[in-house]
């Protein structure tokens, strides 16, 4: 098993940035490619970034490219999202999810999930 803590959301103004956080824990963590994934209301889960087990390829949504970079410490057992130049429509629950080895958009390849953490975006 693999457990996944998601941290590091919270209430930003529109332009700002935060940085979330995915700790993991339970199996060897860089046995795992890790995915980010986002859930605003009344909408579906959506992929926003996912990166290899080494950490040397990252895929990311068209939505948030050139605002949003994942990245991942091995060493350290954690999966990071810097998040830039927000907008109101990033306001969502972010959560982050492994795979084995796949850290593309499909939600339903990725076999842990964490709790989700709230970003909100104000205008």
């Known amino acids: 098993q693999v457990q996944l803590v998601e941290s590091g959301g919270g209430l930003v103004q529109a332009g700002g940035s935060l940085r979330l956080s995915c700790a993991s824990s339970?199996?060897?963590?860089?046995?795992?490619?890790m995915g980010w994934f986002r859930q605003a209301p009344g909408k579906e889960r959506e992929f926003v970034a996912g990166?290899?087990?080494?950490?040397?390829?990252?895929n990311h949504a068209d939505s948030v490219k050139g605002r949003f970079t994942i990245s991942r410490d091995n060493a350290k057992n954690t999966v990071n999202l810097q998040m830039n130049s927000l907008k109101p429509e990033d306001t969502a629950v972010y959560y982050c999810?492994?795979?084995?080895?796949?850290?593309?958009?499909?939600?339903?390849?990725?076999?842990?999930w964490g709790q989700g953490t709230q970003v909100t975006v104000s205008s």
């Open positions: 339970g199996r060897t963590f860089s046995n795992y490619a």
């Open positions: 999810a492994a795979h084995t080895y796949y850290y593309g958009t499909n939600v339903g390849y990725y076999d842990y």
């Open positions: 990166i290899s087990r080494g950490g040397g390829n990252t």
